[in-house]
C-alpha cells in the first residue's frame, strides 16, 4: 500500500497524487501497527500457556519443569 501511495505521488504530484500518497500510507502503516499489535497479544498467550504447563507439571512431581532432578 506505502509503495502504491508513492507511485500515486510520482505520477500525479497534483491534488490527486497528494491525497492519493496520504491515503495509501496511512492506510498500509495502519496495517503494519495493526500486524504488531496482533503479535505483541498472540505472544502474551503463548507466555500464559507456558506457564499453565510448568504450574501443571509443578502439581504432579513437586518441582519447576527448569530444575534439576536433584531438587538444587
Do not use: K
Not at 10 to 25: K, L, N, W
Not at 42 to 68: C, K
Amino acid at each position: 500500500m506505502i509503495l502504491g501511495g508513492i507511485i500515486v505521488l510520482i505520477i500525479s504530484p497534483d491534488g490527486f497524487g497528494t491525497e492519493g500518497f496520504s491515503m495509501a500510507v496511512g492506510g498500509g502503516l495502519s496495517v503494519i501497527l495493526l500486524n504488531w499489535l496482533f503479535r505483541l497479544g498472540v505472544s502474551g498467550d503463548r507466555e500464559r500457556q507456558e506457564e499453565e504447563a510448568a504450574r501443571a507439571y509443578f502439581d504432579r512431581h513437586g518441582r519447576w519443569p527448569d530444575e534439576d532432578a536433584t531438587g538444587g
